[in-house]
């Protein structure tokens, strides 16, 4: 996520979700939907600053961007590499033990497009810090706007970019093509895009067959190993890795249009083995049916796919109490598990106002919810009115129950709560604010804005 974005002020579903009857999600997510045991992986996280003191708390993959390892950065001249903050940023999360990255490939340099002089870009001030100019929403300028084109500037990058990870203690298991391909401007924001449908499709097919050697290239009708040849390659870089498609928001018409008609595009589906999504929802409840509306428009053989959320978090300060924001991080994982989403990239550790964890409550609620979480099995998630509910099994085969009442709010460290009736079979519960477990009396537990976690026998 572009620090300058102002992606996902969402949807205003809050009165609509409300109307809604009680429904699990889980029968109604993608084919590639995943309700497997919870990896770590499922818990990335974007770190931007390099001072910052590290996350006091767990997480399993590190996604690369707005931390100086952009391509733009790394290349600033034809051949010319910084590998200075990538080998940084590697070290630092290989040496606490974090192996499992993603990387995105998207976003040329200056001298590698066609400039001209009047688009708003991303990073376009070079005066800003860790920006490289204009230009770099721009396809290379070897690619002609069907897709045709030798594409060298490109897969030059991509092999040697690769290349580099595959040489360190990081393994960087997927790669997105592009970041926020749906942004052209013209929306009052900065342009992320502006080369055709068929362009991107051929970066991405170009990516795979480097990458992974799976796939071919439409455009020009190379296999891969053709497309190897013309870099000096015998064989692709990591077969291992998945490629992540071009990525976007979602919520404003035309970025969902952008979105559709890309997967449209002849050849799309097939050069993608993840779609990438970014939401930043006004509250997670948001996401439970806008994501089933968006999912329901993907052609078949997309929808197949598994859905990562790349980035995802609150948005500019749009939440301030710091128990409502520890509630949201809770909420937010266990929704989108419960909807089949593969991961989520936090956005971010460190970047105030934007979903931040460092030293905040919502850390302590991320570290928490990861300790319910991971291991364990998400069985899908229902509403009843306010009351959200979302049921796990650990791998002995104890039950437990995600629940709280979305009514409810928090405010200076004062909580307000309704009571919920526990069906019998838990008998203990336990709070994002500490690791002690309580006994649930009566049968009747009180649940608010904060998630509890209910516990079998």
């Not at 490629?243 to 976007?248: F, H, L, M, V």
């Not at 979602?250 to 050069?271: H, L, N, S, V």
């Not at 526990?422 to 002690?436: E, I, Q, V």
Request: charged content about 20%; overall charge neutral; proline content about 7%.
């Amino acid at each position: 996520m572009r620090r300058l974005t102002l992606l996902l002020l969402l949807v205003c579903l809050s009165p609509y979700l409300a109307a809604q009857e009680t429904r699990s999600s889980s029968g109604s997510a993608s084919a590639g939907a995943d309700f497997g045991p919870i990896s770590p992986a499922f818990f990335g996280l974007h770190i931007n600053h390099p001072r910052s003191p590290w996350p006091p708390f767990p997480f399993g993959s590190y996604r690369f961007w707005d931390d100086g390892t952009r391509w733009q950065l790394i290349e600033p001249s034809p051949d010319k590499w910084d590998w200075t903050d990538v080998d940084y940023w590697t070290g630092q999360i290989s040496s606490r033990g974090i192996t499992d990255a993603t990387y995105i490939l998207g976003g040329p340099p200056p001298w590698a497009v066609n400039l001209q002089g009047d688009e708003n870009c991303d990073y376009a001030n070079p005066a800003k810090l860790r920006t490289p100019g204009q230009g770099i929403c721009r396809p290379p300028k070897d690619l002609n706007s069907d897709g045709s084109g030798p594409n060298l500037i490109w897969r030059k990058a991509v092999i040697t970019i690769a290349g580099h990870f595959k040489k360190s203690p990081v393994h960087v298991s997927s790669w997105e093509v592009w970041q926020e391909f749906v942004r052209r401007g013209g929306e009052n924001l900065t342009a992320s895009w502006l080369g055709t449908n068929e362009q991107m499709v051929r970066l991405a097919q170009d990516a795979r067959c480097l990458i992974t050697g799976r796939g071919r290239v439409r455009a020009t009708n190379e296999n891969c190993g053709q497309v190897l040849k013309t870099v000096g390659l015998t064989e692709p870089i990591d077969p291992t890795s998945v490629i992540i498609g071009p990525t976007a928001g979602i919520g404003m018409k035309a970025w969902d249009q952008r979105f559709e008609e890309y997967w449209e595009t002849p050849g799309a589906a097939e050069a993608a083995d993840v779609v990438g999504l970014h939401l930043y929802p006004r509250w997670p409840e948001e996401m439970f049916d806008r994501f089933q509306a968006w999912h329901a428009t993907l052609p078949r053989e997309v929808a197949a796919k598994p859905v990562w959320l790349t980035e995802g978090g609150w948005h500019r300060g749009s939440i301030v109490d710091p128990d409502m924001q520890a509630a949201f991080v809770a909420r937010f994982q266990l929704l989108a598990r419960g909807l089949g989403i593969g991961r989520i990239y936090w956005y971010s550790y460190d970047t105030p106002t934007m979903g931040e964890l460092m030293g905040t409550k919502a850390g302590d609620g991320y570290k928490r919810i990861h300790e319910w979480m991971v291991g364990n099995t998400i069985t899908g998630c229902s509403k009843e009115g306010s009351v959200y509910r979302c049921g796990l099994t650990k791998a002995d085969g104890t039950p437990m129950l995600a629940v709280w009442d979305a009514s409810q709010t928090c405010s200076d460290g004062r909580c307000s709560t309704s009571n919920f009736k526990a069906p019998s079979k838990y008998t203990a519960y336990f709070t994002l604010d500490d690791t002690g477990s309580a006994p649930i009396r009566a049968g009747t537990v009180a649940i608010g804005a904060k998630p509890i976690l209910l516990s079998g026998r």
